[in-house]
């Protein structure tokens, strides 16, 4: 029998080198500016509670990283040295900075490397995930789940984390897949399975986005799911090539953010977190509806403000066109005074409003909170008298949109 043995400094450069894999991934994707690796429990023992925690709004995903390689192993004994040292060492430790956050007696504070110290507000956040990511050798025919009455924790490799981070590159999209890739895989604990993690990500991709009704019919032998290749299938298909090309303008919101919102005082509390909460096919539905204003008034019109309103997550969307004349501060007031007829008429307190020009060569964004309904009558009259002013509302014409996330479909 051969044995193998790592020193204490091999020991820290694997897990020093898994930390930094996960933490360059998730600073180069969606994920940067609600990302906290390492985070140190500042006003307690000072220790690290765990390898990478994203929050964002009432979401706190907790991930804990392992890097292990098992050479010189046979099948079997991989596996069983993968389900110790990575399934139930992780699970420990993903449990144990749960409790830490939400059970401690004393405040927590942590700390975002691009911001000062803040107060984990543990009554915020209403959904955890747990999440083990193993970014050393590669077991195949891996546990993809680990549960017990402490939770469920979610176990992935670098190749199935970086493909999904990929894929489904919003928060919300990927807290979606990770709630029906749980309610997948808890009501099929008896299956063997075929096919890596990207397969059951195609299967839930070309199924509007669930796990067909078929797998989770309950079976009382052992059932055998084979995937295998449902992921070359998918990533080949002509629709998946239409819905990738339709979804390039919808990067404009991310741009938007990450170049122009979060830069300003409190963008990543307002504006930023209701942009980015936004699904990919919102995205593209946000974008499509201000390029279609912009195009129907350089058409029609344009020398005249253009205008388009409508609803998304609760929240007013007015996406605006202004003549190329209009300065900056000019189209500012055009925003404001327009968001707040809309806000009064629609009876939205909260309104996100995108304005652009011909061709958008110039645009200007924002987020308004008005009074909500009822209003108290000066307001009324005065907004009234606005409206009246300017002479909107009278022929509104309505029109239905439909976005698919496939469009050839």
């Known amino acids: 029998m051969t044995h193998y043995f790592m020193n204490n400094m091999e020991i820290n450069d694997k897990g020093k080198a898994g930390e930094e894999f996960v933490n360059n991934l998730a600073y180069d994707t969606y994920l940067k500016y609600w990302c906290y690796p390492g985070p140190i429990d500042l006003n307690g023992d000072s220790k690290e509670i765990c390898d990478l925690l994203v929050l964002f709004q009432d979401v706190c995903i907790i991930v804990s990283v392992k890097n292990y390689d098992f050479p010189d192993a046979s099948i079997e004994v991989k596996k069983q040295r993968y389900e110790k040292k990575v399934v139930a060492k992780s699970s420990s430790q993903l449990y144990g900075a749960e409790r830490k956050l939400f059970d401690s007696k004393y405040e927590i504070f942590i700390k975002h490397p691009e911001r000062e110290p803040e107060k984990f507000n543990k009554e915020k956040f209403r959904r955890v995930y747990r999440i083990t990511i193993n970014v050393g050798e590669q077991i195949e025919d891996y546990a993809l789940a680990s549960s017990n009455k402490k939770g469920f924790v979610s176990i992935l490799n670098r190749d199935s984390f970086t493909k999904i981070l990929q894929e489904l590159d919003t928060v919300k999209d990927l807290i979606d897949y990770l709630d029906e890739r749980e309610k997948f895989l808890t009501l099929n604990k008896c299956s063997i399975w075929y096919g890596e993690e990207k397969n059951i990500l195609s299967v839930y991709l070309r199924n509007a986005r669930e796990f067909p009704e078929e797998y989770f019919q309950e079976q009382e032998n052992q059932k055998v799911i084979d995937l295998l290749g449902n992921w070359e299938f998918y990533d080949n298909h002509s629709s998946v ?105 629609k009876r939205y307190d909260r309104i996100v409003c995108l304005a652009a020009n011909y061709n958008i060569e110039r645009y200007r964004f924002g987020m308004f909170e008005w009074p909500a309904y009822p209003f108290d009558s000066g307001y009324a009259e005065y907004v009234e008298k606005l409206i009246k002013f300017v002479g909107w509302f009278i022929n509104e014409q309505s029109f239905l949109y439909s976005a698919t996330e496939y469009p050839d479909e």
């Open 241 to 345: 090539a239409a819905k990738r090309y339709a979804n390039r303008n919808s990067y404009f919101i991310d741009r938007l953010v990450n170049e122009y919102v979060l830069p300003l005082p409190n963008g990543a509390d307002t504006l930023a977190l209701e942009l980015m909460s936004l699904d990919r096919l919102e995205r593209r539905a946000v974008v499509e509806a201000l390029l279609g204003i912009v195009a129907q008034c350089v058409e029609n019109d344009p020398d005249e403000v253009g205008r388009r309103f409508f609803e998304c997550n609760s929240i007013g969307y007015l996406m605006l066109y202004f003549p190329n004349e209009l300065s900056d501060s000019e189209v500012d007031k055009l925003m404001n005074a327009a968001s707040m007829m809309y806000s009064y008429k």
